[in-house]
T-cell receptor
Framework: ETGVTQSPTHLIKTRGQQVTLRCSSQ?????VSWYQQALGQGPQFIFQ???????GRGNFPPRFSGLQFPNYSSELNVNALELDDSALYLC???????????FGQGTRLTVV | EDQVTQSPEALRLQEGESSSLNCSYT??????LFWYRQDPGKGPEFLFT???AGEEKEKERLKATLTKKESFLHITAPKPEDSATYLC?????????????FGKGTKLTVNP
């Protein structure tokens, strides 16, 4: 049990729609990162939030955006969904001063 | 460019048959190397962090080792419940934040 909870577990959306994925991490974990994992691939870094501000971003277009809230919850928003956005989306949190990232169970997004 | 390569892609073992998984990496300044276990449709589960060449860590039937260019995950007398995908990741610095760069994983199947 990592204390990182993601919702929903599964989601089906139509191409062109928008989606919001949610993550709740443990109290005090002030750094949250989001990853995209396509089938058969390792997770790829999307972006990271620290104290409610984005402080790092991977090679993803601006239609991928996020928010972090004071209660340590976080959102990943994806606009104008494309078929290639179908993947497992993972949220990970890190304790202050720590290096280990603890992952949630993920949200499986299918775009049709 | 930071890169992680894992081999083999898939490995089938008989229960009790020991083996090793390989993770080779190139990173500008290793800050940490991580091993995760991932079950199908789930988020990665943290196993080990290694920081410097020569370091070793153990947990039950698993032992992780680190050299300057690669890491090994040794599995001694595996059981069917050890079947999973094992992911290796390095901690890299990019765009003002630390991120994990993952390999594609090794899918381990242990037959009874």
């Amino acid at each position: 049990e990592t204390g990182v909870t993601q919702s929903p577990t599964h989601l089906i959306k139509t191409r062109g729609q928008q989606v919001t994925l949610r993550c709740s991490s443990q109290s005090g974990h002030n750094t949250v990162s989001w990853y995209q994992q396509a089938l058969g691939q390792g997770p790829q870094f999307i972006f990271q939030y620290y104290r409610e501000e984005e402080n790092g971003r991977g090679n993803f277009p601006p239609r991928f955006s996020g928010l972090q809230f004071p209660n340590y919850s976080s959102e990943l928003n994806v606009n104008a969904l494309e078929l290639d956005d179908s993947a497992l989306y993972l949220c990970a949190s890190t304790v202050p001063g720590g290096t280990e990232a603890f992952f949630g169970q993920g949200t499986r997004l299918t775009v049709v | 460019e930071d890169q992680v390569t894992q081999s083999p892609e898939a490995l089938r073992l008989q229960e009790g048959e020991s083996s090793s998984l390989n993770c080779s990496y190139t990173v500008s300044g290793l800050r940490g190397l991580f091993w995760y276990r991932q079950d199908p449709g789930k988020g990665p589960e943290f196993l080990f962090t290694l920081y410097s060449a020569g370091e070793e860590k153990e947990k039950e039937r698993l032992k992780a080792t680190l050299t300057k260019k690669e890491s090994f995950l040794h599995i001694t007398a595996p059981k069917p419940e050890d079947s999973a995908t094992y992911l290796c990741a390095v901690q890299a610095w990019e765009g003002g934040s630390e991120k994990l760069v993952f390999g594609k994983g090794t899918k381990l199947t242990v037959n009874p």
